[in-house]
Nanobody
Framework: QVQLVESGGGSVQTGGSLRLSCAAS????????MGWFRQAPGKQRELVAV???????TYADSVKGRFTISRDNAKNTVYLQMNSLKPEDTAVYYC????????????????WGQGTQVTVSS
């Protein structure tokens, strides 16, 4: 049983900033990767950013240069600093965690949390 809790969303104007947080809890032995997805109304969920256990990062082209992902491994927490927000960033943002619950080469993906709403108005 692993639980993801996202927070930090809100309503801002174009050009504003938000910082999202996600804390993972439960039977986690180690975390392989943490990241963020988002889903806008009428669209499929898409990858925003992800960071592996080696520190490598991947960003969607639409957010590159504006968003920054970071991790606190000791707290099993991932953050997403969002700057220069645009209306097209409006979506529910979901945390992503790939983890191991045993000391073995088996990776699991945590169930989606409730997400946090980000609304950017023009």
């Amino acid at each position: 049983q692993v639980q993801l809790v996202e927070s930090g969303g809100g309503s801002v104007q174009t050009g504003g900033s938000l910082r999202l947080s996600c804390a993972a809890s439960g039977s986690i032995f180690s975390i392989n990767a943490m990241g963020w997805f988002r889903q806008a109304p009428g669209k499929q969920r898409e990858l925003v950013a992800v960071m592996s256990n080696s520190g490598t990062t991947t960003y969607a082209d639409s957010v590159k240069g504006r968003f920054t992902i970071s991790r606190d491994n000791a707290k099993n927490t991932v953050y997403l600093q969002m700057n220069s927000l645009k209306p097209e960033d409006t979506a529910v943002y979901y945390c992503y965690v790939a983890y191991r619950k045993l000391s073995a080469n088996i990776t699991n993906v945590a169930p989606w949390g409730q997400g946090t709403q980000v609304t950017v108005s023009s």
